[in-house]
T-cell receptor
C-alpha cells in the first residue's frame, strides 16, 4: 500500500533556507503535494508537482522530485518566523491523498 | 473566492451520541473529500463524493457515513460515537475528481467525545 515518510522536526535560523524531505511508495501517484498547517487551522495548499516534472519553483518555494528514488523535497528560501508550522507531503491516488506524519518547522530569530 | 467552509468549528459530544458535520466547497468545485486527523494516526482518508455519488471510501467502520447534495455541499455523520472518534475532521474540495485537480482544505471541525 501507499506510505509516505517524513522526519519529525527541523529547526532553522530566520533568513536561512529550509529543506524538508519526504519519501513515498506509490509510483503511480500523479500529483505530489506540500501542505502547511498552523496551530488550530486546517491544511493550506502550498504547492504541488506533477509526477512527470523534476522541479517546480513558486516564489520562495522550490520543489524537487526524484521519481527514481521516490523522493520529494521542499526548499523554503529566506525562511521567516511566519513559516513556523507543520508541513505535510502527500501523494495522490485517484483523488485519495496519503499523507506523511508531518514535520514541525521551527524558525528561530 | 471564498474557501472551503466547515461548520461547526467545535463540537463536544458524549459517547453513544451521533454527530453531523457540514462542508461547503469552493464555488464551482464538485468533488468533496473528508479526512480525519488525530495525533496518533495522522491524516486518514474517510471518503470522497462527486456529483452526489460516493467515489472512494477509506478504511473506517460503517458508523462513518456521508452524503453530497446537488449544490455540492456535503455532510458527514458519525453514529454511536466512541472516545476514539475525537479528532479534527477536515473537508477538502476540488474542481474535478480523479487526479486532475488539487485539493483545498477547510479549517476543520474539532470533535471532542467525552
Amino acid at each position: 500500500g501507499e506510505d509516505v515518510e517524513q522526519s519529525l522536526f527541523l529547526s532553522v535560523r530566520e533568513g536561512d533556507s529550509s529543506v524538508i524531505n519526504c519519501t513515498y511508495t506509490d509510483s503511480s501517484s500523479t500529483y505530489l503535494y506540500w501542505y502547511k498547517q498552523e496551530p488550530g487551522a486546517g491544511l493550506q495548499l502550498l504547492t504541488y508537482i506533477f509526477s512527470n516534472m523534476d522541479m517546480k519553483q513558486d516564489q520562495r518555494l522550490t520543489v524537487l522530485l526524484n521519481k527514481k528514488d521516490k523522493h520529494l523535497s521542499l526548499r523554503i528560501a529566506d525562511t521567516q518566523t511566519g513559516d513556523s508550522a507543520i508541513y505535510f507531503c502527500a501523494e495522490s491516488d485517484n483523488s485519495k491523498l496519503t499523507f506523511g506524519k508531518g514535520i514541525t518547522l521551527s524558525v528561530r530569530p | 473566492k471564498a474557501g472551503v467552509t466547515q461548520t461547526p468549528r467545535y463540537l463536544i459530544k458524549t459517547r453513544g451520541q451521533q454527530v453531523t458535520l457540514s462542508c461547503s466547497p469552493i464555488s464551482g468545485h464538485r468533488s468533496v473529500s473528508w479526512y480525519q486527523q488525530t495525533p496518533g494516526q495522522g491524516l486518514q482518508f474517510l471518503f470522497e463524493y462527486f456529483s452526489e455519488t460516493q467515489r472512494n471510501k477509506g478504511n473506517f467502520p460503517g458508523r462513518f457515513s456521508g452524503r453530497q447534495f446537488s449544490n455540492s455541499r456535503s455532510e458527514m455523520n458519525v453514529s454511536t460515537l466512541e472516545l476514539g472518534d475525537s479528532a479534527l475532521y477536515l473537508c477538502a474540495s476540488s474542481s474535478r475528481t480523479g487526479d486532475n485537480s488539487p485539493l483545498h482544505f477547510g479549517n476543520g471541525t474539532r470533535l471532542t467525545v467525552t
